[in-house]
């Protein structure tokens, strides 16, 4: 039922990675709890002990600016936001739904908590095809010597051999001597 309010996609796409942390903006929220972002800030202001810094912080003016130009977000200059922006982590969304009474809100935020499980998978499954190709790297690298002593080996033996060159001069032959032949 809560795939029919909200896409998980359109709340992938509402996660940014702020500080290290994945988090969503209290206007994005607002937009799928269909509430005002002033009546969405307002419910958390009056459950302030609820919300401690990991749970959501305040966004400075250089990553709310960051913001407006890699995703488009509106500026205040141009009929935008005159309030500070907060972001909310996984755990701050989820204490969301304990200020936020609505049937609504049940079921956004159930949407929301399956797209941060969906992106923790994404990123796990990215760590892992990133060990296994390191692995497979390491394995080519060492068959790349392997095969380039192999190389080097087919080469040497693929050139001929110096033929022996004659030695000049007199040479006494020890083959008598071992024979029991008199001189």
Do not use: W
């Given at each position: 039922?809560?795939e029919?309010?909200v896409?998980i996609?359109?709340?992938?796409?509402?996660?940014?990675?702020?500080?290290g942390?994945?988090?969503?903006?209290?206007?994005?929220?607002?937009?799928?709890?269909?509430?005002?972002?002033f009546?969405?800030?307002?419910?958390?202001?009056?459950?302030a002990?609820?919300?401690?810094?990991?749970?959501?912080?305040?966004?400075?003016?250089?990553?709310?600016?960051?913001?407006?130009?890699?995703?488009?977000?509106s500026?205040?200059?141009?009929?935008?936001?005159?309030k500070?922006?907060?972001g909310?982590?996984?755990?701050g969304?989820?204490m969301?739904?304990?200020?936020?009474?609505?049937?609504?809100?049940?079921?956004?935020n159930i949407?929301?908590?399956?797209?941060?499980?969906r992106l923790?998978?994404?990123?796990?499954?990215?760590?892992t095809?990133?060990?296994?190709?390191?692995?497979?790297?390491?394995?080519i690298?060492?068959h790349d010597?392997?095969i380039?002593?192999?190389?080097?080996?087919?080469?040497?033996?693929?050139?001929p051999p110096?033929?022996?060159?004659?030695?000049?001069?007199?040479?006494?032959r020890?083959?008598?001597?071992?024979?029991?032949?008199k001189?």
């Amino acid at each position: 039922m809560s795939e029919a309010i909200v896409p998980i996609e359109r709340v992938q796409n509402a996660i940014f990675l702020i500080r290290g942390q994945r988090v969503m903006l209290d206007s994005d929220l607002a937009v799928l709890y269909q509430v005002t972002t002033f009546n969405l800030n307002k419910a958390v202001k009056r459950n302030a002990e609820r919300f401690p810094d990991d749970f959501m912080f305040q966004l400075t003016p250089q990553e709310v600016t960051d913001l407006i130009f890699q995703n488009g977000i509106s500026s205040s200059g141009h009929g935008g936001r005159r309030k500070p922006t907060y972001g909310f982590t996984e755990q701050g969304v989820a204490m969301l739904s304990s200020i936020l009474h609505s049937s609504r809100a049940a079921h956004v935020n159930i949407a929301i908590m399956r797209a941060f499980v969906r992106l923790r998978e994404a990123l796990n499954s990215n760590a892992t095809l990133a060990l296994k190709l390191k692995e497979l790297e390491n394995k080519i690298s060492s068959h790349d010597e392997s095969i380039r002593t192999l190389f080097d080996a087919i080469r040497e033996l693929m050139t001929p051999p110096e033929p022996p060159q004659k030695q000049i001069g007199f040479h006494v032959r020890e083959s008598r001597a071992k024979y029991g032949t008199k001189k």
